[in-house]
């Protein structure tokens, strides 16, 4: 049973591959037995992650591109599937939150409400309708779009981010009922609060606010994107899966108000 | 490699059952992943056979007689489990009263029933069991739902306000007990093959037409997941249902 795990033979492009979690999702694909296409337009990162993937024993590959551009999408795509002549697994990851900065909201200007969706949102269109007809065509493939319990939440101060993030959601969903007819699964995951960049001490704050009293590494969304990728979870689509140490239904009262409150009749 | 973070190796699991034909395959696959397997409740047949796959897994494994309605019972039971293997580290609740009725028809006593028979357990085992989780600080709790948690049902007011219920319960004790390292998490399936709700031939071509993906569900496919959520590979997820519906989810 565990052996539907493996990912041996398959080809997975991982969008965002030189990110926090990309690098994490890659390297977990990789060491499931996966060979994997890095794409990223930051290309420095893009090399880093390859290069892990090599030194883990999969084969790795670095097309660069912005994935709000469709037709650098489409190239990388074209190149993906060239190159070792299938793409098994799309997983959509690159994203921004670089524009959630704490302005008045009249200020948020239109380059950065497009920004915002074009690469959190537009992005996953752009790679999944690429790739979507050579899956279909195989009758077989697995997409993954990193959601956010975001798109389930709102937050104040940040639009394009959640907006973008809800959107991919019901992508997903939509997606996934289109292309079920042709043997292609499409999932989300939506991840709480990670430490992808900077010190722990970065996160301290935030962690106080998350039930489990600390973010997630990256290397935990790993096991999560192996099962997604892999025939283990063929019965499902179109569904989210939340990793997130316990977020998503917090909120509600404070972390710290455990109330007391006896039974009255 | 990755695969090891979903080992069961040197685990315990306590696999509560009622009325679900799967609590034996559940047994097998995480018996499979490494875990020695006890499978409690009051269907000899299904917990015999569930022992029976855990050991051709080349685990350890028993069977223990117990009403999963009486907290007695199954702190005997958990007691029992702590004798013989000095850990418990994985629960799975998976209890399951089918029952469809128009409202106006449905009695008090039915009502009750309903709810107490989907719901009671999951409080009672998992009360029983995480009170020891809770003092090793460490512990997994995985309670098998339905996606009529979630969804409506004519007929079906009393059974997908009981299974809700669970899913309720899953949340907001997976808050409770997220800073003392143990998760509760649940997986809700969509309809299965071999239930008393997919008897009819008819009731089978009409639902495997409706889901997404044109079939009803197998016990294998929770199989990954559940020794996903029982298993270090989730570690950062908690409060969560994961829905192996065939699509269903995602229209309506």
């Known amino acids: ?21 990309g690098t994490a999702m890659c390297l977990a694909l990789a060491k499931a037995g996966a060979d994997i296409v890095v794409t990223d337009f930051r290309v420095e990162d893009g090399e880093k992650t390859a290069a892990k993937v090599v030194a883990a024993g999969r084969k790795a590959v670095l097309f660069p591109a912005d994935v709000t551009k469709s037709d650098q999408v489409n190239d990388m795509i074209t190149k993906a599937i060239n190159q070792w002549g299938k793409v098994d697994i799309l997983v959509n990851c690159a994203g921004i939150v670089r524009d959630e900065v704490p302005k008045p909201f009249w200020e948020i200007s239109d380059f950065e409400w497009h920004r915002g969706i074009d690469t959190n949102l537009t992005g996953a269109f752009h790679c999944s309708r690429a790739v979507a007809k050579h899956m279909a065509d195989r009758q077989c493939g697995k997409i993954i779009n990193i959601a956010s319990g975001y798109g389930m939440r709102g937050r104040r101060g940040s639009f394009m981010y959640n907006v973008a993030k809800a959107g991919v959601i019901l992508f997903t969903m939509s997606l996934a009922l289109t292309l079920a007819q042709y043997g292609v699964k499409v ?75 006896p039974l009255n009749e | 490699m990755v695969l090891e973070e979903f080992s069961l190796t040197g685990k315990v699991a306590l696999i509560g059952g009622l009325g679900q034909s799967w609590q034996k395959e559940m047994a097998g696959y995480l018996a499979e992943a490494g875990a020695q397997v006890a499978l409690f409740g009051k269907d000899e047949e299904q917990m015999s056979a569930g022992v029976k796959k855990a050991q051709e897994m080349g685990r350890e494994a028993m069977a223990i007689a117990a009403d999963v309605t009486s907290y007695r019972q199954v702190e005997r039971m958990v007691q029992t489990v702590l004798k013989k293997w000095q850990r418990i580290d994985i629960l799975v609740n998976s209890f399951n009263l089918p029952f469809a009725k128009p409202l106006v028809e449905t009695g008090s006593g039915e009502w009750q029933k309903a709810m107490s028979a989907n719901s009671i357990p999951v409080f009672i085992c ?11 600080k460490e512990g997994k709790v995985i309670n098998i739902v339905s996606g009529l948690a979630e969804r409506g049902l004519p007929n079906g007011t009393a059974y997908c306000a009981s299974k809700g219920a669970v899913v309720q319960f899953t949340r907001a004790l997976a808050l409770e007990w997220a800073r003392h390292n143990v998760r509760v998490n649940a997986i809700a399936l969509g309809w299965m093959a071999d239930t008393v709700e997919t008897s009819k031939k008819e009731w089978q071509d009409s639902i495997s037409h409706l889901t997404p993906l044109k079939r009803l569900g197998q016990p294998d496919d929770l199989a990954c997941a559940l020794v996903y959520l029982a298993s270090d590979a989730s570690s950062f997820v908690t409060g969560s249902t994961f829905y192996l519906t065939g699509g269903l989810m995602a229209h309506g």
Request: proline share 6%; aromatic share 10%.
């Open chain 1, 1 to 21: 049973m565990l052996e539907k795990l493996r990912l041996d033979g398959r080809v997975a492009v991982v969008t965002g591959g030189g990110g926090g979690l």
């Open chain 1, 187 to 261: 999932n989300a995951i939506a991840p709480g609060l990670f430490q992808t960049w900077g010190p722990k001490e970065r996160y301290d704050a935030s962690a106080s606010f998350i039930p489990m009293g600390r973010v997630g590494q990256p290397a935990e969304i790993g096991a999560l994107a192996v099962y997604l990728a892999s025939d283990a979870s063929d019965y499902a689509t179109g569904e989210v899966f939340s990793i997130d140490g316990g977020a998503l239904f917090s909120g509600y009262a404070p972390i710290d108000y455990i109330p007391v409150i």
């Open chain 2, 126 to 136: 998992t009360r029983a069991v995480g009170k020891y989780m809770l003092e090793r």
